[in-house]
């Protein structure tokens, strides 16, 4: 019998909770606000669902902070949330160590300002010791990247005799994705009533349980996180076997 992937048992809380945090712009424009501000108040919600993972004991958080397509917003649009990423990176860094959170960054960096490439390293490197949550900030990030990337990859293994063509399996791929290391996730939350993939995970998420809600994300609480779990819990996660 083929061994089922390495995901939880639904009782369990969800291992990996991935999250498309969608929803910042409408926020805002309900309040005739600049969308800025429904950035700034989803770098709250980013905070407070950290704890609510902690406390939940869910092992891995994903955030898509910001996608490879993101770069098609207006320039000042684009600048305000590089901006918001340095302040939520360097106001939050010493609280996230203290509190033992690895902290890891997903993505073509190469593409991002320097300063941010030098404080994503730091940051990096700083909670690399960590074993708390786990805390992933994709950024720059888009699947099919990440897809192409890893085959560039493998075709270079080959080309070079480090690996036969037969030698490419799940695992050899998985392990030239950004990702490698990390867990499938279990549960991928989107906010705002959006009900797309957007290019977020695209190969790690196939049998992830998906949870799509209304919620805008600055509006998104602890109790939405765990009626989220909560729904997750009470699945049935078959991978393409039959019910029990
Ligand atoms: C989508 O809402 C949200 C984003 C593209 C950015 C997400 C960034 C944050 C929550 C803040 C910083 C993140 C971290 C990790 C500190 P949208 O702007 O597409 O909303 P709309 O669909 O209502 O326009």
Redesign the pocket.
Known sequence: MPLAPAYDEPSSPPTHIAII???????A?ARGLP?FA??QR??E??REVVEGCKHFGVRYLT?????SE?WKRPEAEVND?MG??RV?VKRELADLHKNDVRIRFIGKHDALPSDIQELIAGAEERTRDNTGLNLV?ALNYGARNEIIDACRQLAEDVREGRLMPNEITEQTFASRLYTNGIPNPDLLIRT?G?QRLSNFLLWQSAYCELSFVDT??PDFTQEHLAKAIADYQKRERRYGATSA
């Open positions: 945090m969608d929803g910042n712009g409408r926020w424009t969308r429904g950035h989803g770098a919600a980013v955030l898509y902070a910001f996608s993101n949330l918001l990423l939520y900030i705002s959006e805008l994300w």
